[in-house]
């Protein structure tokens, strides 16, 4: 009978780790440092050993273990392979094949936002729902879209790329993924502070944003402090955030859309401005779809892996 899972989410920096019972219920979490030089060969040798050794340390029976669940940094297909993962300094690696031989355990394995989206709907802002997108602001636009409890991973490992849908042609840069206009390039922290700096120096309009650092939580909480200048620029953010979800919708039509990363961090305010644009763009049947915090912050992917294998 099997007793424990292990949940992992591989990360540029670090490793988080979750030893988890298979009702869900986390039992041990701990991080160890990622080791990306040398292409990061350390990388999965190094996650074997701190499973091993929680194995060990814990007295586990291995023949109790349903498996390891990993979510990491880039693109992974329904056989376990990741062609690339910048992050990691990683170029092709099979991933569950070479966890399995390194542990001899069964390994499932998948990227890291989908991951997280499939926490979210387990444990977390998506609970209850089978149909969810999960949508992470932070340095970049994460997401993640699980369709009847599973997760759309696509033929390329590259299912539920939302930060990388087309939104706009008035940018003259390029994103990170080589295209330009791209959601992550005016939805993320860095997105939100780019649109701050443009409507900034647009005109000489009053703002306290004039007399702060910028960043995405200075414009939230100049708008909480109902800062005209941060109202536009908010009001900006929701359109493409809202435009972009509502066509998702027309594809996905799902249960629930749960916004998560570090911008969420301004609340249930954030969620305004993205449901009035979404509400007007969205397909009639889809306009009252919900949307939610998520709830389980940076663990989002460790429970997300040990779902992977329960």
Same mark, same amino acid.
């Given at each position: 009978?099997?007793?424990?899972?292990?949940?992992?989410?591989?990360?540029?920096?670090?490793?988080?780790?979750?030893?988890?019972?298979?009702?869900?219920?986390?039992?041990?979490?701990?991080?160890?440092?990622?080791?990306?030089?040398?292409?990061?060969?350390?990388?999965?040798?190094?996650?074997?050993?701190?499973?091993?050794?929680?194995?060990?340390?814990?007295?586990?029976?291995?023949?109790?273990?349903?498996?390891?669940?990993?979510?990491?940094?880039?693109?992974?297909?329904?056989?376990?392979?990741?062609?690339?993962? +910048? !992050?990691?300094?990683? *170029?092709?690696?099979?991933?569950?094949? &070479?966890?399995?031989?390194? /542990? #001899?355990?069964?390994?499932? $394995?998948?990227?890291?936002?989908?991951?997280?989206?499939?926490?979210?709907?387990?444990?977390?802002?998506?609970?209850?729902?089978?149909?969810?997108?999960?949508?992470?602001?932070?340095?970049?636009?994460?997401?993640?879209?699980?369709?009847?409890?599973?997760?759309?991973?696509?033929?390329?490992?590259?299912?539920?790329?939302?930060?990388?849908?087309?939104?706009?042609?008035?940018?003259? +840069? !390029?994103?990170?993924? *080589?295209?330009?206009?791209?959601?992550? &390039?005016?939805?993320?922290? /860095? #997105?939100?502070?780019?649109? $701050?700096?443009?409507?900034?120096?647009?005109?000489?309009?009053?703002?306290?944003?004039?007399?702060?650092?910028?960043?995405?939580?200075?414009?939230?909480?100049?708008?909480?402090?109902?800062?005209?200048?941060?109202?536009?620029?908010?009001?900006?953010?929701?359109?493409?955030?809202?435009?972009?979800?509502?066509?998702?919708?027309?594809?996905?039509?799902?249960?629930?859309?749960?916004?998560?990363?570090?911008?969420?961090?301004?609340?249930p305010i954030l969620l305004e401005f993205i449901q009035k644009y979404y509400k007007q763009y969205a397909f009639m049947a889809c306009k009252e779809t919900p949307f939610a915090l998520a709830e389980l912050g940076n663990d989002a992917g460790i429970y997300g892996a040990a779902k992977l294998v329960l």
């Amino acid at each position: 009978m099997k007793k424990y899972c292990f949940g992992i989410d591989v990360g540029g920096t670090t490793v988080k780790c979750g030893l988890f019972d298979v009702k869900g219920t986390v039992l041990d979490k701990w991080e160890i440092k990622t080791r990306t030089e040398n292409n990061g060969c350390n990388i999965l040798p190094d996650v074997a050993d701190t499973i091993s050794d929680k194995i060990r340390e814990k007295n586990l029976d291995r023949d109790e273990i349903a498996g390891i669940g990993l979510g990491v940094p880039g693109p992974v297909n329904e056989e376990g392979e990741v062609p690339a993962a +910048v !992050n990691l300094h990683w *170029g092709y690696v099979h991933l569950v094949d &070479q966890m399995e031989r390194l /542990t #001899g355990l069964n390994v499932k $394995a998948g990227n890291d936002a989908n991951v997280a989206a499939l926490g979210e709907m387990w444990k977390g802002g998506g609970a209850g729902y089978h149909n969810v997108v999960l949508v992470t602001l932070g340095t970049g636009v994460g997401g993640g879209i699980i369709n009847n409890g599973q997760i759309v991973t696509g033929t390329h490992g590259a299912g539920g790329e939302i930060g990388h849908i087309h939104v706009t042609d008035s940018l003259d +840069v !390029n994103c990170n993924c *080589g295209n330009c206009g791209c959601l992550e &390039q005016v939805a993320s922290a /860095t #997105g939100i502070t780019f649109l $701050a700096k443009r409507r900034l120096e647009k005109d000489d309009a009053p703002s306290v944003l004039r007399r702060r650092n910028l960043s995405a939580k200075s414009v939230f909480d100049a708008v909480k402090e109902g800062d005209a200048v941060a109202v536009e620029i908010a009001e900006e953010f929701g359109h493409y955030l809202g435009t972009a979800l509502a066509n998702v919708a027309g594809i996905t039509d799902p249960d629930i859309f749960v916004i998560g990363g570090g911008v969420s961090k301004a609340g249930p305010i954030l969620l305004e401005f993205i449901q009035k644009y979404y509400k007007q763009y969205a397909f009639m049947a889809c306009k009252e779809t919900p949307f939610a915090l998520a709830e389980l912050g940076n663990d989002a992917g460790i429970y997300g892996a040990a779902k992977l294998v329960l």
